[in-house]
């Protein structure tokens, strides 16, 4: 018996060696051994900007497998994915053949391409409806902005909770009068309000609209004034902006394009919890699957 320890006197001893230990090594001039580095947290990163079908002269499309490829190489868990330059149609049957391919990676979005001789509602209702589609993709570039044409598209998505993603390209006072117009329905200013702008009073205008108006979110890609997405942090909060690609893109390949634009993000000066909610936690929650 008088051999045995008690489990708390051998933990004691060893802690006093240990202390012992560490003590004659600084006495002795050495450093203490470093205490192990935490591990990365996790992060859902959600890119929430992806054409199957793009805007550029060419029309250029991607295939599902072409997205998913550039996510397994990038580390994006899952994307939001919408054709354009094509009809409301088509753009769900992209999507629907898209989605059914890869349910647990890409999030279909309805494209809205309304004319005022061919209204497209019944044909966006029936996507929102069937709850595969999230939200709605705008783009001024096809689609007038006046209230004739997409008002009725606006106020449809506000009643299935579906956020619409619109590119108004730099036209403040469209985006205004939507936002103020439909309070119930959340609109993502694509690329801060116009794309690839150099302009900073221009963005600072749609970070003034976004802080004036709750149901506004701003999209980052396309942003090459990089210091103003900290700025919009700081003015209406990592939770009111969300990151995408707005790709892919074939320069300088579609994988180096996309980690290019996700180090944009993680190489800003914001916290963790900052770039958690930029990445990927703020679309989720607004999409409802978080």
């Given at each position: 018996?008088g051999?045995?320890?008690s489990?708390?006197?051998?933990?004691?001893?060893?802690a006093?060696g240990?202390?012992a230990?560490?003590?004659?090594?600084?006495?002795?001039?050495?450093e203490?051994?470093?205490?192990?580095?935490?591990p990365?947290?996790?992060?859902?990163i959600?890119?929430s900007?992806?054409h199957?079908?793009?805007?550029d002269?060419?029309?250029t499309?991607?295939?599902?497998d072409?997205?998913v490829?550039?996510?397994?190489?990038?580390?994006?868990?899952?994307s939001?994915?919408?054709?354009m330059?094509?009809?409301?149609?088509?753009?769900?049957?992209?999507?629907?053949?898209a989605?059914?391919?890869f349910?647990?990676?890409?999030?279909?979005y309805?494209?809205a391409?309304?004319?005022?001789e061919?209204?497209?509602?019944?044909e966006?209702?029936?996507?929102?409806?069937g709850?595969?589609?999230?939200?709605?993709?705008i783009?001024?570039?096809e689609?007038?902005l006046?209230?004739?044409?997409i008002d009725?598209v606006?106020?449809?998505?506000?009643?299935y909770?579906?956020?619409?993603l619109?590119?108004?390209?730099g036209d403040?006072?469209?985006?205004?009068r939507?936002?103020?117009?439909?309070?119930?329905?959340?609109?993502i200013i694509?690329h801060?309000?116009?794309y690839?702008?150099?302009?900073?009073?221009?963005?600072?205008?749609?970070?003034?609209?976004?802080?004036?108006?709750?149901?506004?979110l701003?999209?980052v890609?396309?942003v090459?004034?990089?210091?103003k997405i900290?700025e919009?942090?700081?003015?209406?909060?990592?939770?009111?902006?969300?990151?995408?690609?707005?790709?892919?893109h074939p320069?300088?390949?579609?994988?180096?394009?996309?980690?290019?634009?996700?180090?944009?993000?993680?190489?800003?000066?914001?916290?963790?919890?900052?770039?958690?909610?930029?990445?990927?936690?703020?679309i989720?929650?607004?999409?409802?699957?978080?």
């Amino acid at each position: 018996m008088g051999a045995e320890i008690s489990r708390r006197q051998f933990l004691g001893t060893a802690a006093a060696g240990g202390f012992a230990a560490a003590s004659g090594a600084i006495r002795a001039g050495q450093e203490p051994p470093a205490a192990p580095a935490p591990p990365p947290r996790p992060r859902c990163i959600v890119d929430s900007h992806v054409h199957l079908k793009h805007g550029d002269a060419a029309r250029t499309e991607y295939t599902a497998d072409e997205i998913v490829h550039v996510m397994d190489k990038v580390g994006i868990a899952k994307s939001v994915v919408f054709a354009m330059s094509t009809t409301t149609q088509r753009s769900i049957d992209m999507a629907e053949k898209a989605v059914s391919k890869f349910p647990d990676r890409l999030i279909p979005y309805v494209y809205a391409l309304p004319h005022y001789e061919r209204p497209a509602i019944k044909e966006i209702q029936a996507a929102l409806s069937g709850r595969l589609f999230r939200g709605v993709k705008i783009h001024a570039g096809e689609c007038t902005l006046a209230e004739y044409v997409i008002d009725p598209v606006l106020a449809l998505a506000g009643r299935y909770r579906a956020p619409c993603l619109v590119d108004c390209k730099g036209d403040h006072a469209a985006a205004r009068r939507m936002a103020k117009a439909f309070p119930g329905t959340t609109l993502i200013i694509a690329h801060m309000g116009r794309y690839l702008a150099t302009d900073g009073r221009l963005l600072d205008q749609f970070i003034g609209l976004a802080a004036e108006c709750d149901n506004v979110l701003l999209d980052v890609s396309g942003v090459v004034l990089v210091e103003k997405i900290p700025e919009a942090v700081r003015t209406i909060g990592a939770k009111r902006l969300v990151w995408g690609t707005d790709g892919p893109h074939p320069k300088p390949d579609t994988v180096a394009f996309a980690r290019t634009e996700l180090d944009k993000v993680r190489q800003l000066d914001l916290g963790e919890d900052d770039k958690d909610n930029l990445l990927g936690r703020t679309i989720l929650e607004l999409l409802r699957l978080q």
